[in-house]
């Protein structure tokens, strides 16, 4: 297809109206990159992509997220400790059933999966309690891990 002055000028018009190239081409029955093609040797008024715009969604929804952590966070640290916890030794907060850790090779889906230790430790671990179905922490470990949020 030639471009015609008539085709030009409802392009322009189409385009300045913030409709899509795709629908432009529908129009005009083109293709898309034609129209891509045409409003770039036209030098319009270039339009922001919808990608980068779902990029600075996406960062939006993570510092939402990140805040969230934060609150979760300061209501966690508002929980009374219980006495025979240490708060700088998780390899003290429980063990499995007969007292040693278990290796991550030795999990199943009926035993807790909380991390005991420095993973880079020799003597890292899991907790190896059984859980309930479908957990993935024993009922102590679930206590620490999921804290209901509330609102402020």
Known sequence: MGWTNESVEELRRLWDKGLTA?????KLGVTKNAIVGKVHRLCLKARPSPIKTKDEEME???ETVAQEVVVEAEIVEDLPVEENVSETDSTSISTS???????????????CRWPLGDPRDDDFGFCGKKV?????????????????????
Do not use: F, P, W
């Open 22 to 26: 795709s629908e432009i081409a529908k």
């Open 60 to 62: 939006q929804v993570q």
């Open 97 to 111: 059933n007969d007292g040693n850790k278990v290796k991550l090779v030795d999990l199943d889906s009926h035993t």
């Open 132 to 152: 309930r179905a479908g957990q993935t922490y024993c009922d102590e470990h679930s206590a620490m891990a999921y804290v209901k949020a509330t609102r402020r």
